[in-house]
């Protein structure tokens, strides 16, 4: 062990090295230009177009739009491509683009949030995100001397969401696009709801923790202020500021997105707009989408704007990537682990290397071949290992239940008794089940894995798992909850969560984690942990419509149904399968008033103390098992 600690230790200085030498080439072999951009309504948008000095031939260009900044900003100051795998497409000659979008710090004009996508433009002053992706594109062809004519676009989150954008403008030179991790549908799956719930930590943070909702006076290159927080113990001050109108009140006039998604409780025609998964027809580009499993921000757009790519135009070559990341961690150089669970290899250099990477050189230099790469190339945790598909879900996908027991089992055979029992627990806003259990200022991405010990102790979270498993157990695909309740109010929230119990002589052969940096607990007691697989909410007054809420009658049972983003792992022999539900999950979802209302208008005062009844056998969860 001493030995592989010491080579960790001799590795760390090369690396260091390495990245000086490539930020010594690019700035070397690259000239750096900054340009301003005319939209076709007058505005112009900004941008810094990194050029390759080599004039022996002619090069694609591969650009990123974002709301982040292109920074940084001045013609002698590089963007750090060096850090990661991004420096390979230098060295491969690309025209590296990256743009400040319309209204965001050194571009013009108005910004608005995953701003609608026009489907009936009729003047020049009729633009989205489509339309100035199509003029960018347009200008850098004509205007950025020596490039191919051949460009592809890529961005990861809300970049995501505008290479999802991109790929509907329709410019004959855009040939290929990667969506990494966009965002699609901010009501259902993505960052600030899920399933109608808000997540309360990272909005709050988003907007004006980190300053990105409040209005700049551009073009700028300076931040707005952002808030001071009075704790930085972030379960003490969600529970402390209470409501979501104590938010809205420090928020202020301002900050137009927040009062507007106040204004909006249900999925009205104003969400229904900003979800970037509708209309997307005819696409024209090649398609790369990656997400990662345990990605505590866009779980869901991925894998859903993927199947929605593949259903509304399936002519398209569209292709799947999902890898056992958090958000963005295929672009880092450290994909070997989350947390305390490792992966067997270092999956971001391996997606790099054989996906991203080729995907781009074929479409964009007509190098190699990309009919390689699968449709679906997926990651399974458990098993650690990369799988490829023709489609997804895998074709030999069954979608099997495991049903809720008395005594906390779990089973996939249902009691064959006729007798209704049910597990009762009492839900408390004053005191909600935490996300983790440690004390944190900002939201861990290390929760999606993090182990789960710490909740099935609360006696106001249910669990139930399998006997001890004699053969491995592989899931691939959307998890369904089925849950048959009653409550003693009239609206709760749900979690279920999809458990690995692993055994209790578990460990990692006492390994040290080959890391660049970052080096797993290697003292954490593995044996029992129990990792998260999948955990997901659902507000219960959209149980049957997003867009039209019902209240639950009190006592009467009632079917709560929902599905979980999909899961690609395998629970190993000699593991066991847990379930666990919940009604708070805090402070990442906001709370429950626990009664039928508009949450986003909630006093107080409003929030109570509910019963509520889990009816065993009655209540499943669908497992899309790979036999």
């Known amino acids: 062990m001493k030995k592989l600690y010491l080579f960790l230790l001799i590795l760390l200085p090369f690396i260091s090295r390495a990245q000086s030498a490539d930020s010594a080439w690019l700035v070397n072999n690259y000239i ?48 750090p491509y060096w850090r990661n795998h991004l420096i390979k497409y230098c060295r491969e000659g690309y025209i590296m683009v990256v743009e400040d979008v319309r209204g965001r710090w050194m571009s013009e004009g108005v910004f608005a949030d995953v701003r609608p996508f026009n489907f009936n433009k009729k003047t020049n002053k009729d633009i989205d995100e489509a339309s100035d992706t199509y003029d960018t594109i347009d200008w850098l062809i004509k205007n950025t001397e020596n490039n191919n004519g051949n460009v592809g676009v890529s961005g990861i989150s809300y970049p995501g969401f505008y290479a999802n954008m991109a790929s509907l403008s329709g410019h004959p030179a855009l040939k290929a696009v990667s969506p990494q991790a966009p965002v699609t549908d901010w009501f259902v799956g993505d960052d600030w709801h899920h399933n109608g719930a808000l997540f309360l930590m990272d909005a709050f943070t988003f907007y004006l923790g980190r300053g990105f909702g409040l209005p700049t006076h ?15 113990d972030n379960y003490e001050f ?39 998964r509708v209309g997307v027809k005819n696409v024209k580009p090649a398609m790369l989408t990656v997400g990662g499993l345990f990605d505590a921000e866009d779980c869901f757009g991925a894998w859903n704007l993927y199947k929605a790519i593949d259903k509304q135009s399936p002519a398209t070559n569209s292709k799947l990537v999902i890898g056992p990341w958090y958000h963005g961690q295929w672009s880092s150089i450290d994909g070997t682990h989350l947390g305390n669970v490792r992966f067997g290899s270092n999956t971001s250099v391996w997606f790099a290397e054989n996906i991203e990477q080729p995907f781009f050189d074929y479409y964009l230099k007509g190098k190699g071949n990309a009919d390689t790469i699968s449709k679906a190339t997926i990651f399974f945790s458990g098993e650690n290992k990369w799988h490829k598909f023709k489609q997804w879900p895998p074709v030999d996908m069954t979608e099997t239940p495991i049903y809720l027991q008395q005594n906390g089992k779990l089973s996939f055979h249902a009691a064959s008794t006729s007798k209704a029992t049910f597990d009762t627990y009492i839900s408390d806003p ?27 102790r609360r006696p106001d979270v249910l669990v139930y798992k399998t006997d001890t498993l004699t053969s491995d157990v592989t899931l691939g695909g959307p998890i369904v909850a089925d849950l048959m309740v009653s409550l003693s109010n009239t609206d709760a929230d749900f979690i279920v969560k999809v458990i690995d119990v692993f055994p209790d002589d578990f460990s990692y052969d006492n390994k040290p984690n080959f890391t660049t940096g970052s080096e797993v607990n290697s003292k954490y007691p593995l044996g029992g942990y129990q990792m998260l697989v999948r955990g997901e909410i659902m507000r219960g007054k959209f149980r049957d419509s997003f867009e039209k809420p019902s209240p639950f009658v009190p006592g009467k049972p009632t079917e709560v149904k929902y599905t979980l983003p999909d899961v690609a792992h395998t629970f190993k022999k000699g593991h066991r399968i847990m379930i666990q539900v919940q009604s708070t999950w805090f402070p990442l979802a906001d709370r429950n008033p626990q009664q039928f209302m508009d949450i986003n208008q909630a006093k107080d005062s409003d929030f109570v103390k509910e019963t509520i009844n889990v009816y065993n056998d009655q209540s499943k969860i669908i497992l899309p098992v790979i036999k």
């Open 238 to 276: 969600y529970l402390r500021t209470g409501a979501l109108t104590n938010f809205t009140k420090i928020m202020g006039d301002s900050l137009q997105f927040w009062n507007e998604m106040m204004a909006h409780p249900n999925r009205d025609a104003w969400w229904q707009a900003r979800n970037g």
């Open 32 to 79: 750096k230009k900054e340009v301003t951009i005319p939209m076709r309504d007058g505005v112009k948008l900004f941008a810094s177009v990194y050029l390759p000095k080599d004039q022996s031939e002619k090069h694609p260009i591969l650009m990123e739009r974002t709301p982040y900044s292109c920074a940084p900003y001045g013609k002698d100051k590089y963007r």
């Open 218 to 232: 551009g073009p700028t290159t300076k931040l707005a202020k952002t808030y001071v927080y009075p704790t930085h």
């Open 430 to 456: 004053a005191k909600p089940v935490p996300y983790t259990q440690d004390v944190h200022f900002l939201r861990t991405r290390e929760y999606m894995t993090d182990d789960q010990r710490f909740a099935a």
